[in-house]
């Protein structure tokens, strides 16, 4: 009988040792990623960030990484940029414990708070129709595929790229971001935990999948995307809190971007 416990490198990414975690599926050539201590003040990490192949992932590797998650508890996820940040550490883990301290709502209205109070009333027409005012959480999308298929699909789009793998003990992929230590929007939210939180809450919504992390971009894939002009509009308002520089450096106007994303099954974000 074959033994599918996990390999020895994968284990230590978990805090109980990976007790009861199996995977069916070959391991790449790859190395476990250690936080650089010098590039955050948490000091020396008691295991790794996370797990990252040598070679370029395929579409289809990354799928089978996915379908194996329920019994591996490690989430795949495609990583552009490889050299910075991943190879050398630069990445803050956190405990995904601490995303549940932290909603989607109230993230968002904090930042539409504070950034408003720092705009000239005429840039308030980037937010028409809301202006000043939060219009709070967007209703979920209706699902048009599963989400799981729909990741698969854009992982294959992505892993053209010749994007190495990593893979994250994480109960999902929201999680992912927190326990790897991703950084990519620390120009707009030094913390990444309650980006994290926002992510989660699209999860449970529109059916989305963290597939791709770069030095500062996410990409996930939709599931359920708003596809009425008016749903896509408070998705867009979302979208601005949790990162602005797609609007602002993008169509400029809250309306140009809901058009962008309506009916779409990737949100693509980059920080400045």
Not at 63 to 86: M, N, T
């Amino acid at each position: 009988m074959k033994d599918h416990r996990l390999p020895r490198e994968l284990c230590r990414l978990f805090a109980d040792g990976g007790r009861g975690r199996t995977l069916s599926v070959a391991l790449p050539e790859g190395e476990a990623v250690w936080p650089d201590p010098g590039y955050t003040s948490q000091g020396e990490a008691s295991r790794p960030a996370f797990w990252m192949s040598d070679e370029p992932a395929t579409g289809a590797e990354w799928a089978r990484f996915r379908a194996e998650h329920p019994r591996s508890g490690l989430w795949p996820v495609l990583l552009d940029e490889s050299a910075q940040p991943w190879s050398v550490g630069q990445v803050v883990p956190d405990d995904a414990a601490l995303i549940g301290h932290f909603t989607a709502e109230g993230f968002m209205a904090e930042v539409w708070q504070e950034w408003v109070a720092q705009m000239p009333p005429d840039a308030l027409d980037e937010l028409d129709p809301f202006g000043a005012i939060c219009p709070g959480l967007a209703p979920p999308g209706v699902p048009a595929a599963d989400p799981g298929a729909v990741a698969d699909w854009h992982a294959e789009q992505l892993a053209g790229r010749g994007l190495p793998l990593g893979l994250v003990a994480a109960h999902r992929g929201a999680d992912a971001l927190a326990v790897m230590g991703w950084q990519g929007a620390l120009h707009h939210n030094e913390w990444m935990v309650p980006l994290a939180a926002v992510v989660r809450s699209w999860e449970d919504r529109f059916g989305v999948r963290v597939v791709c992390v770069g030095f500062n971009t996410l990409e996930l894939s939709v599931a359920a995307p708003p596809v009425e002009p008016e749903h896509a509009l408070h998705v867009a308002a979302e979208h601005w809190a949790f990162c602005p520089d797609n609007v602002v450096q993008g169509p400029g106007d809250l309306q140009g971007y809901a058009e962008q994303i309506a009916g779409r099954h990737t949100w693509s974000f980059w920080w400045d």
